[in-house]
């Protein structure tokens, strides 16, 4: 059956599911259709609908999730929490963007309501379909190769968003965002360090703020330690360097292995090992990638996101739990929060609090 589609905020990261999920459906990969978009700007609305054919073109998002089986969330953070529970009200699935909300109650409330409603849920912390991070991932913890992962060195940089290509200033209040680089942005990082390492048991972390917009911290300097007694580093800057739009590098080293790439989109993942270096392939430019309907210089940079949207939609033909779900995104914002009390209290260690302790 055909999954009818609503897109919510068209918007930076609307704009990017808009053209996979386009791509896709073009490309015979997904049997759906964007049937509804949502935009308090009725321009952006308008083009939308007319990329899709979309029957219904609102600012409303309540109608628009009436008449659909799943909606993206691509609206500023502070938005989200209200937009899941009109989506539970309805029943209809839910992909989210991260981060999921601006505050750890939002982001359990949230939690609850879609497994309390039984929605279908997905999150898009959308490093974790990205070939490279994948690729990166199955290397380093690959325990009988690369031995036990030890630690992670983890550099995320990007201009301060409310300029160039995100074209919004929402990123400077911290009402709407919650925080500033480290939660709004690297809260994918802080997942991808629990991924590859396993759970973060406590942290320390400082911040700074140097383009003076209350509450957004544009520099977060985070120490984890992991359950498994691993432990990561991750420096998360903000800045005004226009050529640099958003770049990771990510060194894992195991105790036979180090795995590291510094492109986070289009890798390749260097294996550095006794017998030298290799080059690690990554299948963004291969397979279904190629059969995406957009044209093709757009394809490299859009295969996470269609990776993340596929597997959404592929999980509800199949009647299977979506990954990653929004408990995925709840470990994550556990870290963060307890990392902003470290920085609150100066650098001191903080344990993270466990979900199941709050619930
Ligand atoms: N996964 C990723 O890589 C990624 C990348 C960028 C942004 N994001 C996240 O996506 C979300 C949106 O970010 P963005 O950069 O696209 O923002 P944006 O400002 O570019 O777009 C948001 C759009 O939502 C519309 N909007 C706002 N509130 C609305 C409401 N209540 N109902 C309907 N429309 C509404 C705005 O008019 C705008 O068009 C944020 O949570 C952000 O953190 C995720």
């Not at 957009?294 to 996470?304: D, I, K, Q, S």
Request: with cysteine; proline share 5%.
């Amino acid at each position: 059956m055909t999954t009818r589609i609503a897109i919510v905020g068209c918007g930076f990261i609307g704009g990017i599911h808009s053209r996979a999920l386009k791509g896709l459906i073009g490309g015979g990969l997904v049997d759906a259709r964007v049937v509804a978009v949502v935009d308090r700007d009725a321009e952006r609305a308008a083009s939308f609908a007319a990329a899709h054919g979309a029957d219904v073109v609102t600012d409303e998002p309540a109608d628009a999730i009436a008449g659909a089986d799943a909606v993206w969330i691509c609206t500023p953070t502070s938005s989200h929490r209200a937009l899941i529970e009109q989506a539970a009200d309805a029943g209809v699935a839910v992909y989210c963007e991260k981060p999921l909300a601006t505050s750890v109650d939002d982001v359990l409330a949230m939690t609850h309501c879609v497994e309390k409603a039984g929605l279908a849920h997905q999150v898009g912390l959308v490093l974790r379909a990205a070939e490279p991070f994948v690729t990166l991932q199955r290397l380093a913890t690959d325990h009988a190769s690369a031995g036990r992962p030890m630690a992670i060195v983890f550099r995320d940089d990007q201009y301060f968003p409310n300029q160039g290509q995100y074209g919004s200033d929402w990123r400077a209040d911290v009402a709407i965002a919650g925080g500033g680089a480290l939660i709004e942005h690297s809260i994918h990082d802080l997942d991808v360090l629990a991924w590859v390492l396993g759970p973060i048991a406590s942290v320390t972390c400082r911040t700074a703020n140097y383009a003076g917009h209350d509450g957004i911290e544009d520099v977060a300097v985070v120490t984890a330690e992991h359950a498994s007694g691993a432990t990561s580093s991750l420096i998360s800057v903000w800045h005004q360097v226009m050529s640099r739009p958003s770049t990771r590098r990510v060194e894992v080293f195991c105790e036979r292995a180090l795995v590291w790439l510094d492109d986070d989109m289009a890798g390749p993942v260097h294996l550095v090992q006794d017998d030298g270096e290799q080059i690690i392939p990554t299948q963004t430019g291969a397979n279904w990638v190629e059969q995406l309907a957009v044209p093709a210089p757009w394809r490299p940079g859009l295969a996470a996101y269609a990776a993340a949207d596929k597997e959404f939609l592929t999980a509800l033909a199949a009647g299977t739990p979506p990954a990653p779900g929004f408990e995925v995104a709840l470990a994550a914002h556990l870290v963060a929060e307890a990392a902003y009390r470290s920085a609150a209290a100066g650098g001191a260690p903080t344990p993270v609090a466990r979900p199941v302790a709050l619930l």
